[in-house]
């Protein structure tokens, strides 16, 4: 009787006109995925790609969640331009918020860059789901997750129903 090995589903989500359009590439959603993949090198690391159109960004964290990803990390779509919408959509797809992940990208990422108070990621639930909001640049991308990697794994096994306290 051979052993089964279940993957985990990690996904980065890059919410970008341009890049979905072609007219820019993206780099910090494959940056992502190579922190993740690191992190979890076990893992199925899912990328993605949308404009920054609420409908279909629901459409994919809801698909991903349903591909039964623990965690989604968009980049991009977090920021004041007009058609930064990635936390209200990701508000109305959400169950429950985590105030403190974002809370400690925007604290860690200030010490570095005081643009970082600007960005109005979110962070919670959808089911067993933990999606993050991450900012669009590759440099902000990556020290945002950085910021909250160590708390990842823990926050990943509590959600999908495992070790409750540490």
Request: proline share 7%; hydrophobic share 45%.
């Amino acid at each position: 009787m051979g052993i089964t090995i279940i993957s985990m589903i990690l996904a980065v989500l890059t919410v970008s006109d341009r890049c979905s359009q072609g007219l820019l590439t993206d780099t910090a959603g494959p940056a992502v995925a190579a922190l993740l993949g690191k992190e979890w090198p076990e893992a199925e690391i899912l990328r993605s790609l949308a404009p920054d159109d609420e409908d279909l960004i629901a459409a994919q964290l809801i698909g991903l969640t349903g591909q039964g990803a623990a965690l989604v990390l968009t980049v991009g779509g977090s920021g004041f331009g007009p058609r930064d919408h990635t936390p209200e959509v990701t508000r109305r797809v959400i169950d429950r918020e985590a105030p403190g992940l974002p809370e400690a990208m925007r604290s860690l990422g200030a010490a570095r860059n005081p643009y970082a108070w600007l960005s109005r990621g979110v962070a919670g639930l959808r089911g067993g789901t933990l999606i993050v909001n991450l900012p669009g640049s590759q440099r902000g991308a990556e020290e945002s997750l950085s910021a909250i990697l160590p708390l990842l794994r823990h926050a990943l096994e509590v959600a999908g129903g495992g070790q409750t306290h540490p």
